[in-house]
């Protein structure tokens, strides 16, 4: 099935530095989701967006739905060891299913 | 709010066999569940889409026959993988979309590492 291309695929990092990542699509969706999964469990949710420039936050985590639709970027600021994992971005349209982003695996290098 | 568990967390079977997997809602009813899949370093793959009191929709390439789905209740949907070999090995995760929610957010159990020896 189709998937949204996901950059960067992984990053290392040091503890306190800023993290941002993206989420690009061929076509337009109406919401946008962002998931951490941690390794062994399900993807946990992080920010839901529903409207084209939304910008939301929650705690350090803030992203934003693209103008055009077609792309979601997610930041983390002053990044903590619980934020290792799998962040995944996720776009439906309408009540369609969800199409998942390729991943980015984010490490904090001690 | 907005559970979901899975049981088993962790399943061994035998090639040729067949397991039930278990997604229950906790705390809320669900009409729609999905199934989705996982291998190592991959993202997750969407298998079917379970409605209670109907039949699932099946993702293109995914074998009906093979990932049996029952959505009995509003608070459990099965997959039952028949017939197991090496290759179904992998991680399966159920999502629910809460009846009472006005959005439309899935909420995911913890998942459900199956391997076929």
């Known amino acids: 099935g189709q998937q949204l291309n996901q950059s960067p695929q992984s990053m290392f990092i040091q503890e306190g530095e800023d993290v941002s990542m993206n989420c690009t699509s061929s076509s337009i969706f109406n919401t946008w989701l962002w998931y951490k999964q941690d390794p062994g469990e399900g993807p946990v949710l992080l920010i839901a967006l529903y409207k084209a420039g939304e910008l939301t936050s929650n705690g350090r985590l803030t992203a934003q739905f693209g103008i055009t639709r077609k792309d979601s970027f997610l930041n983390i600021s002053a990044s903590i060891p619980s934020d290792v994992g799998i962040y995944f971005c996720a776009g439906r349209r309408g009540n369609e299913k969800l199409t998942f982003g390729t991943g980015t695996r984010l490490t904090i290098i001690p | 709010g907005a559970v979901v568990s899975q049981h088993p967390s962790r399943v061994i079977c035998k090639s040729g066999t067949s397991v039930k997997i278990e997604c229950r809602s906790l705390?809320?009813?669900?009409?729609?569940m999905f199934w989705y899949r996982q291998f190592p370093k991959q993202s997750l793959m969407l298998m079917a889409t379970s409605n209670e009191g109907s039949k699932a929709t099946y993702e293109q390439g995914v074998e009906k026959d093979k990932f049996l789905i029952n959505h009995a209740s509003l608070t459990l949907s099965t997959l039952t993988v028949t017939s197991a070999h090496p290759e179904d090995s992998s991680f399966y995760i159920c999502?629910?979309?809460?009846?009472?929610?006005?959005?439309?957010?899935?909420?995911f159990g913890p998942g459900t590492r199956l391997t076929v020896t």
């Open positions: 705390d809320f009813q669900a009409t729609t």
């Open positions: 999502s629910a979309i809460p009846l009472f929610q006005g959005s439309y957010e899935q909420y």
